[in-house]
């Protein structure tokens, strides 16, 4: 008799719980709905005001037995789940998203691909300081395999009394050069009206670390037809790294890679901390070729090659290197950069890897 009853108030029970479902089913789809509203209001998708406003109504009609407490609980839990639903859906919608699009970005400079699995490694001097020791770096890296150069023009210093770099007889000297050894070439622009001219001198345009959050700059960088690296901001989280890269497609241009190149942290061992775990979320996240900046990120050649090593490991499309005939006399990142020896030897250990 006894356990009869049990049954029929389990079974009630039972019941209970697919109503509930559909009824939280039905909820979730709304919630969706107002999402979509909110997209296209451009506001906010947490409503703390709203939430406090339902919850006390929730309270006003409780009659037990849970008590006020117990029901605030538990619908702050379904408000949370909404919200998550709604940025999750927000997520997903983005250009760069993994969702939206499952084949991976290509970006093709010439002879070399990047972001079909097979890594590349971009090296060359931090800043452009003379024809000759761009020469001397292109040639090296020409007779060592590499097909891609970096080369800073205009220079984002720290302190405006460091040198600025030579702007735009910077990228006429990596054009020339580049054209003599048939390399392709990337160089940092931080400011929208050198885009235009920047895509006659050089392949590719990097938005450096500085200028990540400079939106006008992105803009500028969305509606260019030229390929873009972004580097990632020095205090910027993954998202905020993504919806950077998001203004650059939102524009139309497609053609874009994203770079890690190091967070600040408290640690002190290294210039910033490489943050590993950004190559596979980004990998996961976006369809954009992810690669890592071993020279910026640890600030310490003795550790290049093993952080390569942990880069591709991890599924990085390439690796970034600066390199400088006489590093020691560097008009900036003396410390950093590899001599042209230093750099065979690094490159000759990340090829021996098995990674690259
Ligand atoms: C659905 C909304 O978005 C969020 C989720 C809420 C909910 O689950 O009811 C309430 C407020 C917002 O934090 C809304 O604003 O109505």
């Keep these: 008799m006894h356990v009869m009853r049990l049954d029929e108030l389990r079974g009630r029970i039972d019941e ?7 009824l939280l089913t039905e909820r979730a789809q709304t919630v969706q709905e107002i999402a979509s509203e909110k997209e296209k209001q451009g506001v906010p998708k947490f409503d703390p005001l709203r939430e406090k406003k339902m919850l006390e109504d929730l309270v006003a009609r409780n009659t037990g037995p ?25 997520k997903q919608q983005l250009l760069v998203s993994r969702s939206k699009q499952k084949a991976n970005t290509v970006i093709q400079l010439g002879s070399t691909v990047i972001g079909t699995g097979k890594p590349v ?25 590499v097909t891609v150069m970096r080369g800073g023009a205009f220079k984002p210093r ?11 007889e910077g990228l006429q000297i990596l054009k020339e050069v580049a054209d003599e ?19 006659q001198y050089i392949d590719v345009i990097q938005i450096g670390a500085r200028n990540m959050h400079n939106f006008e700059l992105l803009k500028a960088a969305g509606d260019a037809p030229i390929p873009i690296l972004l580097k990632r901001g020095l205090s910027a989280t993954i998202d905020e790294f993504i919806h950077a890269a998001e203004y650059i497609l939102s524009r139309g241009n497609t053609q874009v890679m994203l770079i890690e190149r190091g967070i600040r942290t408290y640690e002190k061992a290294t210039r910033n901390t490489l943050d590993i775990s950004a190559v596979p979320i980004l990998k996961q996240e976006t369809h954009l070729p992810v690669l890592v900046d071993v020279t910026h990120s640890t600030g310490r050649k003795d550790i290049f090659a093993p952080c390569a090593k942990a880069a591709l490991a991890a599924g990085a499309d390439g690796i970034m290197v600066e390199v400088h005939p006489t590093p020691a006399t560097a008009l900036s ?23 690259f």
């Design 181 to 199: 050894f048939g390399l392709r070439t990337i160089s940092e622009i931080v400011d929208p009206s050198h885009i235009e001219i920047a895509d």
């Design 333 to 355: 990142d003396a410390a950093q950069q590899l001599t042209i020896d230093e750099f065979n030897t690094f490159f000759e250990v990340i090829r021996q890897s098995g990674l």
């Design 66 to 90: 849970f008590t006020d407490e117990t029901i605030r609980q538990l619908f702050k839990q379904i408000f949370q789940a909404s919200l998550s639903l709604q940025l999750i859906d927000h």
């Design 16 to 22: 209970i719980n697919l109503e509930l479902l559909s």
């Design 158 to 168: 720290t302190s405006p009394y460091d040198f600025q770099g030579l702007g735009l």
């Design 121 to 145: 490694m971009i090296a060359g001097p931090c800043s452009v300081e003379s024809y000759e020791q761009v020469r001397t770096v292109a040639a090296a890296l020409k007779a060592a395999g």
